[in-house]
């Protein structure tokens, strides 16, 4: 899926990969060290168990003797239970002794192997998804989050006139705080929709997607984030074939666990777009990749101005298979200030 992404990307994650590996496992060891210097007996039964682990290799390839093989068993057990009781006795567990990794899926390596079979982690595609779609798209995760998200910016006025809804303003968003929350929640259910995000600019709706970004790749999950104008650019880049543009995109548009769609009609639209945008939000519908996606749209147009703007075809996929979030208020950037 990756397989036409910038090498030199590849290659530098790889050693940045292969350090923090190396780094990880020489970590460990000296905190083996200095554990079996203050207990002798944790690096007496390490050693006992390698040499049993051998043993018991050996056994099951020129032996059938079952009862040799349980007492073996039994004795490796009782070796494991005492180095538990040593550790725990000095205030640590059993992973004290391992190697801390960055990402426990692949241990550092950035593939999983599974059944003979070599995939790529979710980690590392990630990374390259940051690298070469994402860049400064995705906002700073570490600020947009849900522990830094305040309704209290929301005015609590109920203005039907003025916001055409019978609720305040932070109301509404904590409703939609509430939907967010379940649709990560629930995100590897096919019934869970999507959202889509619609509403005047400076209301939020940036920032809730990163904070739902920043759950998701918790997950283990990719995301990847595209404004809608470049999305449908590179897609047709790459319909003709220009250089600037692989197949790569349009697979990992297809593929990716979560994509967010940003800034949906700012795009100039023509048939073939409409097409494009089509294929991309229905097939990431009919999960036709056999694996569950999910995606966000984010819009400043009301549904009646999608209805207007987009083929019925589109919006009706979004209207059947979206959770609709109206974002409505004041400009929240200014009281942030």
């Known amino acids: 899926m990756l397989r036409n992404l910038n090498n030199s990307n590849l290659k530098n994650l790889l050693n940045e990969y292969e350090k923090k590996r190396l780094n990880a496992i ?34 099951l390839i020129v032996s059938k003797d079952t009862t ?10 009782e070796l494991k239970n ?30 999983i192997i599974k059944n003979y079979n070599t995939t790529m982690c979710h980690c590392l595609k990630q990374k390259l998804f940051n690298i070469e779609y994402n860049k400064s798209n995705i906002y700073n995760l570490e600020k947009q989050n849900f522990n830094n998200f305040s309704s209290d910016l929301y005015s609590t006025e109920i203005d039907e006139k003025k916001y055409n809804s019978k609720i ?17 929640e629930n995100f590897d259910n096919e019934e869970e929709k999507n959202l889509l995000f619609t509403g005047n600019t400076g209301l ?16 283990g999950k990719t995301v990847l984030y595209q404004t809608a104008p470049v999305m449908l650019d590179t897609i047709i880049d790459y319909r003709f074939g220009k250089e ?14 979560l994509l967010i769609i940003d800034d949906l009609g700012t795009e100039c639209m023509n048939s073939m777009k409409f097409s494009e945008l089509f294929n991309i939000i229905n097939t990431r519908l009919l999960n036709s990749n056999n694996k569950i996606t999910k995606t966000i749209i984010s819009t400043n147009l009301s549904l009646q101005n999608l209805f207007s703007t987009y083929d019925e075809r589109i919006v009706s996929r979004i209207v059947g298979n979206y959770n609709i979030c109206y974002f409505f208020g004041d400009d929240i950037r200014f ?3």
């Open 26 to 59: 020489y970590e460990a060891e000296k905190r083996k060290e200095q554990v079996y210097k203050e207990n002798p007996r944790l690096e007496e039964i390490d050693d006992i168990l390698s040499k049993e682990a051998i043993r018991v290799s050996k056994l």
């Open 68 to 77: 040799l093989l349980e007492e073996l068993n039994k004795k490796i057990s």
């Open 82 to 111: 005492e180095k538990i009781k040593i550790l725990n006795s000095i205030g640590k567990d059993i992973n004290y002794l391992k190697p801390i990794y960055e990402c426990e899926d692949c241990e550092d390596t950035g593939y």
């Open 168 to 184: 305040s303003p932070r109301e509404n968003i904590e409703k939609i705080k509430k939907l967010c929350l379940n649709f990560i």
């Open 204 to 219: 939020g709706k940036s920032f809730l997607s990163s904070c739902i970004a920043n759950e998701v790749l918790k997950k």
């Open 244 to 257: 600037t543009s692989s197949k790569d995109i349009y697979d990992n548009l297809l593929n990716v666990d």
């Open 335 to 337: 009281k942030k200030r």
